[in-house]
């Protein structure tokens, strides 16, 4: 059973950057998996950030483009997320996922998500 | 950019059918799938490639997705089936997600 666990601080100062990483755990990031970075705003729908694979190639969210990176670290079994410039729009649940095997996307495993608050 | 659409809410009676649905330009040719999320939980799929159920996912759920529309028929209705819906589909190497149904059993 694969499980997916975010970490980093839960406040972040306006203007900073936001770090976080998912561990995965039960399976391989090595996979033919695609690793996904999802938030959700307080009361608000689902918004998808980006992903990467295990070879390092991303696709972003164009709206944030300019702001995230997704690195892969396979010797920890995990990836990341960055996001520079944050501002209180930025605060949000913060889910890592991964892709189903089968065509298009879809993310069968999710992790249990962590706040993240943009502070002035 | 792409766009999914969704109904803010449905209301269903326990034991009638619930749909669901998401719109999108010639959605059908995309593939889709849906996700339940319970307050204060992590998202869950539901379906995935427009109409397949995940391993333990009841088979009260189905799907559909031919035109501009996807649809979650949720059958005979549970006061646990009380969750937002979230349909998702990938275009143009971008994941989009529809805004979210909120699904009431009353």
């Known amino acids: 059973q694969v499980q997916l666990q975010e970490a980093g601080p839960g406040l972040v100062r306006s203007s900073g950057t936001l770090s976080l990483t998912c561990a995965v755990s039960g399976g391989s990031i090595d996979s033919n998996n695609w690793w996904t970075w999802v938030r959700q705003p307080p009361g608000k729908g689902l918004e998808w950030i980006g992903e990467?694979?295990?070879?390092?190639?991303?696709n972003y969210n164009p709206s944030l483009k300019s702001r995230v990176t997704i690195s892969i670290d396979k010797s920890k079994n995990q990836f990341s997320l960055r996001l520079t410039s944050v501002t209180a729009a930025d605060t949000a649940v913060f889910y890592c996922?991964?892709?189903?095997?089968?065509?298009?996307?879809?993310?069968?495993?999710w992790g249990q998500g962590t706040l993240v608050t943009v502070s002035s | 950019s792409y766009e999914l659409i969704q109904a803010p809410s449905v209301s269903v009676s326990p034991g009638q059918t619930a749909s669901i649905t998401c719109s999108g330009d010639?959605?059908?040719?995309?593939?889709a799938c849906w996700y339940q999320q319970k307050p204060g939980q992590s998202p869950v799929l539901v379906i995935f490639q427009d109409s397949k159920r995940p391993s333990g996912i009841p088979e009260r759920f189905s799907g559909s997705n031919s035109g501009n529309t996807a649809t979650l028929t949720i059958s005979g209705t549970q006061a646990m089936d009380e969750a937002d819906y979230y349909c998702q589909a990938w275009d143009s190497s971008t994941v989009v997600f529809g805004g979210g149904t909120k699904l009431t059993v009353l």
């Open positions: 990467i694979y295990h070879s390092g190639t991303t």
């Open positions: 996922a991964r892709t189903g095997y089968m065509s298009g996307r879809y993310f069968d495993y």
């Open positions: 010639k959605l059908g040719d995309k593939y």
